[in-house]
């Protein structure tokens, strides 16, 4: 019974590990790490609050270090669809985002699919920026505490911060993570994400993501 969720894992990250360099070899390349700290909770049955704060050591060309903090309600109905929204603060090299955001996941067994729409609010832009997300989350128990996780997220801007029409729209994420729960409040996961965004008129660009993952629970 286990061995086509194995197998889909398997073809995923092959699939991954086999389309990153074959972008790589032509795009601008850069290494960054981000540290996220996670505290989760119910507040009732059917209402869960997470907040989760990071820390993203970037090079300057890719916008400086970044510290986010981000607040997010949902609300659950039935066992596979819940809807949220909540706010997010970015602050990089000085220059501050402000991002509202609303979001919906349907999940079916260890498979779940978000969709989230944000409103980008950057200091000194000649207008708000929407994006669209939409993620897809295969999660793979592996022994006992212990699971993976993959994901693969497509980013669509509906609506740019700038009027000038070579601005990037698109972008490309996939993420594998390997997480331990340590008891019923806490959970550590180690991860690579890898961010691909094509590029109009210019070089395409790859960013590398080792990611450490810190969650709590209330």
Known sequence: M???PIRFAMLLAATIAAWQPSIARAADEDVQFWLNVVATGDLDDDTRLTIDATARWREVRRGDEQQTIRVN???EFGDS???GGGLAVFDAGGRTEIRP????TFTTGRLAVRTRIEERFFD????MEIRARQRLRYTLPIANKVEARFEGEFFNLVQTQSRDPDTARDQWRARTEIGWRMNKKFRLALAYLAIYTPTPNARDTFNHVPQTWIEYRF
């Not at 955001?101 to 919906?104: G, K, L, P």
């Open 124 to 127: 000194g832009a000649d207008r």
């Open 73 to 75: 309600i949902e609300q």
């Open 2 to 4: 286990i061995r086509w």
């Open 101 to 104: 955001h609303q979001e919906i």
């Open 81 to 83: 669809v819940r809807v």
